[in-house]
């Protein structure tokens, strides 16, 4: 991994990591809604609240499956191929280890001269 994290170039690939990263928190936050929702329509006590639940639990289970759908369309998720989703996350953390282990707080971020700048 380059390690000039400041240059442009140096970021590609960098949207597609980022999308599928914030698609894999959205479909697990969306896996705990439904999750929520069932345990709150097994301890509700009313007709009307079970109703309620049962709408809710039915749209988080359609969200559910459509960020799954979309992740599997886009490649970010192999639910059936176990060794292409193993490979990816092993990618996956590689990656996250490699860009925790950058320096944050570099000596020289200077770009003068880099960038068309005025003259003092």
Do not use: W
């Given at each position: ?19 599928a990263?914030?698609s ?12 929520n ?8 006590a ?9 709408e809710?639990?039915?749209h ?11 992740m599997?369309?886009?490649?970010w ?9 193993f ?7 590689t990656?996250a ?24």
């Open positions: 991994m380059i390690n000039d994290y400041l240059e442009i170039r140096n970021a590609e690939g960098m949207p597609k990591l980022v999308d990263n914030m894999l928190g959205f479909l697990l936050n969306a896996k705990s809604g439904v999750r929702c069932a345990i709150a329509l097994t301890e509700s009313t007709p009307q609240v079970r109703s309620v639940l049962k809710q639990l039915d988080a289970i359609d969200l559910h499956e459509e960020i799954s759908n979309l599997i369309e886009k490649g998720l192999h639910p059936i191929d176990l060794e292409k989703q490979k990816m996350d092993i990618e996956s953390s990656t280890s490699q860009i925790a282990s950058l320096d944050l707080f570099p000596g020289d971020t200077s770009r003068i001269g880099t960038f068309a700048t005025p003259e003092k």
